[in-house]
């Protein structure tokens, strides 16, 4: 007889395997953390020994679980909000409260609380994007888990990193210092189309090819950022994502709940994973992703929870269940996703989805050994028919719950054993979590001013570039044409040229923030006739040194401003008003393939009317902001500039 470490036996054993085989005594032998056989309990116990023998009577012996999309560090932020639009919940609360409280042990606890929950429930492979993720990482490993930890990267600043430079070179240095792991595989995630560049996704998926890794990413979650996508950029966010690279390397997309006939067919092709979350696509009320299009078109698609905080957990099992109902309810097609199939999703189908299909997903010889037995003689799943042999499917996709798995195994090792955590402690996590949620809570009850909130809440809101550069310059009637004889540089291109009168009011908080209020006049012919109103919000701005230009970086959004400026005065109650009024002609330039605004400026009712001289640009990249400061100076050497007309304020600083 053969020896082998541990031998599951006398369960029903749903292997998961190409022909689907059920073995209703079955036995599954594991030796060094792979399965080595799998069939009836006589067979195998007539053919091995075991180190240990766990019974499994009245129970099924399953795949472990695979989540293919979840954030969960965000475990911490469980209940923090609900009932919102996603942008509302996102960039008014989620946003807010990560850059405040996010740090590696953030995300280290929250991960260990995620893993303490999800092997509780069965999974035993989980997908991550998130912030710090060597301490998703290291969380996961110490948890005995299989997981794909995907380091975030957008243009926005992050927690872990002030611009998308920094956060690919952390991304970078996390995937070589994980290379090779046997359960953890380290990766980029680019956020998704509407938070990152092309050049992010380019770079990222550079990155995974070098690695071997697949990208993360969301796609196509709602109606609005699908259609703001065909507006935008004249694709799909699915075809975009193939546009710039993403699919010329395994990619695991997020959701996909609005994807398209040609999205699924692109996905197809790529062989990319489609990874719906359908509790948090209800909650967020962003749509049911096409399961059974899907499916029929061959996209490989798996199943996630998304983060906590918009879930509120981490339970497959429910994620199944709703992999079969949704289609369901929807179509009036009772057999639209079978049990069978929506089993499928969370095991052998959603391991595909993610690229592991190679090691785990089936319970198959020479697969490793991640493994969950679940008890099937409970109140809620009782009595229990067998005349058809997969009406196991039934039973695990309509009648178990997460809280009925006994026992969990990752590559053979025992992490669960008699519903016992043996690689976590759980009451020392949940303490650790609640001291955590206490700074947080103490946080939004003290908070007075939530300016961000209040003007998402008015809608239309877009995030503009974090880098400015700008400099002014106080004119003599002399300097103003060497302005002129510098537009006529044969190393100046002019895109654009346009002459207008802007009403700026400024409301200005204790906290440095403000919003300016613009009334846009265009004067040149041909100009819209029509004012433009806008909204800008402000953060706080820091400056970093450069001897010839301003370089600040600070978070900025933009919204249509179609209120009075007495309605906005009451609603946000600004510390302080400043009002400029100025004439602006304007000219959009391009200096060695660097975009510029080179404004001439007048100055209405103040002590020092100029005229000014501004040069000015916007980046998301401090890298490239240090260039474009460069050029600056470039520009105003070859004006003939002097350095002591030079004026590093901005308009509302002089008129302060």
Known sequence: MEHVDTLLTGGTVVTMDEEWR??????????????????????????????????????????????????VPMSLLRGLVADQQLDVWLFGYMFPVESQFVDPDFSYTGTLLSCAEMIRGGTTTFVDMYYFEEEVARAADEAGMRAICGQT???????????????????????????????????????????????????????????????????????????????????????????????????????????????????????????????????????????????????????????????????????????????????????????????????????????????????????????????????????????AADAIYSHLVYSSRAADVRDVLVDGKLLLRDRHLQTLDEEAIIARAQAIAARINEFLATRERNLLAKILALGGVQQAEIFEIQVKARLQPADVERVLALLRNPAITITKTSERTQYDTYFVFANGERIRIREDHRTDPGARPQPKYTLTLMAEARRVDHPKAMM?????????????????????????????????????????????AINLDTLAGQPDPGPFLEIKSRTWSRRDAERRAELISELLELAGISDEALV????????A
């Open 552 to 596: 600040l970086s600070r978070a900025r959004y933009t919204a249509p401003a179609d209120h009075t400026v007495r309605f906005y005065r009451e609603y946000f109650q600004p510390d302080r008003i400043e009002e400029i009024e100025k004439r602006r002609r304007r000219w959009r330039i391009l200096y060695k393939d660097h975009d510029f």
């Open 22 to 71: 059920i073995f209703a005594d079955g036995a599954v032998a594991i030796r060094d953390g792979v399965i080595v056989a799998v069939g009836p309990s006589a067979e195998l116990a007539a053919r091995y020994t075991a180190a240990e023998t766990i019974d499994c009577r009245d129970c099924a012996i399953i795949p472990g679980l695979i989540n293919g999309h979840a954030h």
């Open 153 to 387: 990267v957008m243009r926005l600043p992050t927690p872990d990193a002030d611009s998308f430079d920094a956060g690919i070179e952390r991304a970078r240095r996390f995937m070589a210092e994980w290379r090779g792991h046997p359960r953890i595989i380290a990766t980029v995630a680019p956020h998704a189309p509407y938070t990152c560049t092309d050049d992010i996704y380019r770079q990222a998926s550079a990155l995974c090819a070098e690695f071997g890794a697949p990208l993360i990413t969301h796609l196509s979650e709602t109606a609005r950022e699908v259609e703001e996508s065909i507006r935008d950029r004249e694709v799909t966010p699915i075809r975009y994502a193939k546009r710039v690279g993403a699919f010329d390397v395994p990619c695991i997309a997020a959701h996909c709940v609005h994807a398209t006939e040609d999205d699924m067919r692109l996905l197809r092709e790529a062989r990319a994973g489609a990874v719906p979350c359908p509790t948090s696509n209800l909650k967020l009320a962003s749509g049911v992703a096409p399961f059974r299009r899907m499916i029929e078109t061959g996209v490989r698609v798996g199943l996630g929870t998304d983060g906590p905080a918009s879930n509120d957990d981490q339970d497959m099992f429910t994620e199944i269940q709703l992999a079969a109902l949704l289609p369901k309810g929807l179509s009036g097609d009772p057999t639209a996703v079978p049990a069978r199939e929506a089993f499928a999703l969370a095991t052998c189908w959603g391991a595909r989805a993610v690229h592991l299909d190679h090691l785990i997903g089936s319970l198959v010889v020479g697969k490793r050994a991640d493994i969950a037995v679940v008890e099937l003689r409970r109140l809620h799943s009782a009595p229990r028919y067998t005349y």
């Open 648 to 655: 590093l304020q901005e308009y509302v600083e002089l008129a």
